[in-house]
């Protein structure tokens, strides 16, 4: 079993940036896909990006450019850089693993066996 804990959400202005982490106790996160949600208020959670056991990358077309999701093995953490930086990104943001064999990491959150509490993100205008 693992247990990500997600950290780095909070207050920050248009255009800025910030790094989200995504740190796990248990197994190691390299044995899974992992990916990043986003849930808005009054909204479904969305597909933001996901890092496959080989570190390839996937991307919602809106953070392509904008985001990068990265993976340090050694300290058993992914990230989510985040540039550019605007209102609509304002959402809780969650970090989730995928323990199945599959050859490529889901856009679906129901492919998704594991998952953080979620950390705050607000862009202000």
């Known amino acids: 079993q693992v247990q990500p804990v997600e950290s780095g959400g909070g207050l920050v202005q248009a255009g800025g940036s910030l790094k989200l982490s995504c740190a796990a106790s248990?197994?190691?996160?390299?044995?899974?896909?992992m990916a990043w949600f986003r849930q808005a208020p009054g909204k479904e959670r969305e597909f933001v990006a996901a890092?496959?056991?080989?570190?390839?990358?996937v991307y919602k077309d809106s953070v392509k450019g904008r985001f990068t999701i990265s993976r340090d093995n050694a300290w058993n953490t992914v990230y989510l850089q985040m540039n550019s930086l605007n209102t609509e990104d304002t959402a809780i943001y969650y970090c989730?693993?995928?323990?199945?064999?599959?050859?490529?990491?889901?856009?679906?959150?129901?492919?998704?066996?594991?998952w953080g509490q979620g950390t705050q993100v607000t862009v202000s205008s």
């Open positions: 890092i496959s056991r080989s570190g390839s990358q």
């Open positions: 248990g197994r190691t996160l390299s044995s899974y896909h």
């Open positions: 989730a693993a995928d323990i199945t064999w599959t050859a490529r990491p889901s856009y679906s959150p129901g492919a998704y066996d594991y």
